[in-house]
């Protein structure tokens, strides 16, 4: 109870203080909701990323293009092979006329050029889609190197490089999100650590006569912890709320008019939002411990 | 309550603010100490709730060395004492209900039985009436009077009260003057820092004087 007491005593002297002074606290606030905007914005679209990659992945494809005039046997043995490796969850073969009729369906405006060529252009294939949980890169190269030497096969073609590239892109994304986020959340800090030391200097006769007449350091202190922290939540709040409108700008008015990515939904993630109003408040805890310590409080 | 033991205090190198003090107030006894100004009265206090460290020498409150205890037993030994400081240290920002209520807030008194206590403590210095006002708002003897209310407000063991009358007119002197008699009366050893010579002879009590920092009995 008296713990409970000391607690509602600490928010409340802090939201007084928050509001006493609320010009160079917004300041503070804003500094904070920039920072950890920039931050969210970086891991959002980093996320996203990722989450294309996934569904990249999940429908990884190989296709094995066959040499010309192949003989059957060859071909059977081939595909009798593949079945037996365990990355392959579907084996389709599709002969030379299959694939045309494939081009034709789904280039209507271009059905009559294989026809202006007088012979079908497209080799006979088999197409392979990988398994849940053997479509690492590592393991794709493992499964295309152990085919693309074999009798009868002529070429190889597969998604890995584009995968990889987007992996890494998303690794880059993410890296300097963390950097520059560091940076920022450093400048938060300090900026949060400046304003409660003002806040401390100017009522340092108070938190005196406080301390004059038997208060703990810690009930002197923890006001200001609690202003700290609120001040880094409350930026927390500011930096999702504009990403949550950036984001639904992002999603109608750019991604909506371009029919590329029109069916990849942005989203921000929940947990995001609860990672960047409780990074707030951890970074005006630092902040205002490190304005404590350097006082005489 | 308070023995002091060959008890030095210098604050910078030029000058020496006590010098030699040792001195006894026993446990229930109503005492005044007094000399001129600059004499080192203040200082001599602000020794005993640990506001100040000696230089030299060993005090001890209620048994307790306060020149050795660690610092996270200071908030405890200052609340079992209630000082009246002489420019009496009221929290601008909260009203005089509050200021008194602090003393009772850090140590988690319910909320209500601090608002009870606090009004009862500002009616025995007759300020009930402005409870709501902000110290700014009072003249030095109410705002005197307020100090005295938060000093007494938690029945402490030892009252120091640092020239408590020195901005009252006479007649309210007097009361105050009477309330720490009844305070005494319940158990409360009190030390009173004046340099009101009339006063003293009027209360009869016993007196110890200090001179250029040195006890002259
Ligand atoms: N914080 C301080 N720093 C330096 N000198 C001080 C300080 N406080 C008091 N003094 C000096 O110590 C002496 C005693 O002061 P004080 O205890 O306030 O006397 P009194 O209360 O009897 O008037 C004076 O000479 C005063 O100038
Ligand atoms: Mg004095």
């Given amino acids: 109870m008296p713990v409970f007491r000391a607690l509602a005593y600490f928010v409340q002297e802090a939201l007084t203080s928050l509001w006493r002074s609320r010009l160079i606290n917004a300041l503070s606030i804003g500094t904070i909701g920039v920072s950890l905007f920039v931050l ?37 043995m081939l595909e009798s092979r593949l079945k037996d490796d365990p990355a392959v969850e579907t084996l ?41 949980g053997h479509q690492s890169p590592e393991e794709i190269t493992r499964f295309v190197t152990a085919f693309e030497k074999s009798p009868g096969v002529e070429e190889v073609q597969y998604d890995l490089l584009w995968i990889q590239r987007l992996t890494t892109a998303v690794r880059l994304v993410r890296g300097l999100g963390g950097v520059l986020g560091g940076i920022l959340a450093l400048a938060s800090i300090f900026t949060i650590s400046n304003v409660i030391r003002l806040t ?22 923890g006001p200001f912890i609690v202003e700290g922290m609120l001040q880094g939540g409350l930026g927390g709040v500011v930096a999702v709320a504009l990403l949550w409108g950036g984001l639904r700008f992002v999603a109608r008015d750019l991604l909506a008019a371009s029919e590329l990515l029109g069916r990849a939904a942005i989203f921000m993630p929940t947990e995001l939002a609860f990672a960047i109003v409780l990074g707030g408040m951890a970074v005006g805890l630092v902040g205002s411990l490190v304005s404590l310590g350097r006082s005489q409080v | 309550m308070i023995q002091a033991f060959h008890v030095y205090k210098q604050y910078d190198r030029e000058s020496v603010a006590l010098s030699d003090i040792t001195l006894h107030v026993e446990k229930g006894e109503f005492c005044f100490l007094t000399g001129p100004s600059g004499a080192g009265k203040t200082t001599f206090l602000k020794l005993v709730f640990r506001e100040e460290l000696p230089s030299q020498g060993q005090i001890l409150v209620g048994g307790r060395n306060v020149t050795a205890i660690p610092e996270a037993q200071i908030p405890e030994l200052r609340r079992s004492i209630g000082v009246v400081f002489q420019d009496f240290k009221l929290l601008k920002r909260k009203t005089i209900l509050e200021n008194v209520a602090f003393v009772l807030r850090i140590l988690a ?25 902000y110290p700014m708002q009072l003249s030095g003897g109410e705002q005197q009077r307020v100090a005295i209310a938060r000093a007494l407000i938690n029945e402490p063991m030892l009252l120091l009260a640092d020239e408590p009358t020195g901005n009252l007119d006479p007649g309210m002197a007097q009361e105050i003057m009477t309330l720490f008699q009844e305070v005494n009366a319940r158990g409360t050893t009190v030390l009173v820092a004046t340099h009101d010579r009339e006063m003293i002879q009027r209360m009869g009590k016993r007196v110890i004087t200090i001179q250029r920092g040195r006890v002259n009995e």
């Avoid at chain 1, 980093?46 to 296709?63: G, I, M, P």
């Avoid at chain 1, 271009?110 to 849940?132: W, Y």
């Avoid at chain 1, 200097?201 to 009930?219: P, S």
């Fill in chain 1, 40 to 76: 969210g914005a970086f891991l959002t679209v980093a996320s996203n990323l990722n989450a294309v990659v996934t569904r990249w992945t999940e429908k990884v494809q190989v296709t094995f293009y066959l040499e010309d005039g192949l003989e059957p046997r060859i071909r059977e």
């Fill in chain 1, 92 to 132: 389709t073969t599709i002969s030379r006329q299959a694939a045309l009729d494939r081009f034709r369906a789904l280039f209507h405006d271009l059905r009559t050029l294989p026809d202006d060529l007088a012979e079908n252009p497209f080799p006979e294939s088999i197409e392979i889609t990988v398994k849940n």
């Fill in chain 1, 200 to 221: 401390v200097y100017a009522r340092q006769d108070e938190l005196d006569i406080m301390r004059l007449v038997g208060a703990t350091r810690a009930y002197v202190r």
């Fill in chain 2, 109 to 133: 008194v319910p909320h209500k039985e601090q608002k009870r206590r606090a009004f009862n403590a500002l009616k025995a210095v007759g300020l009930h009436h402005k409870m709501h006002a």
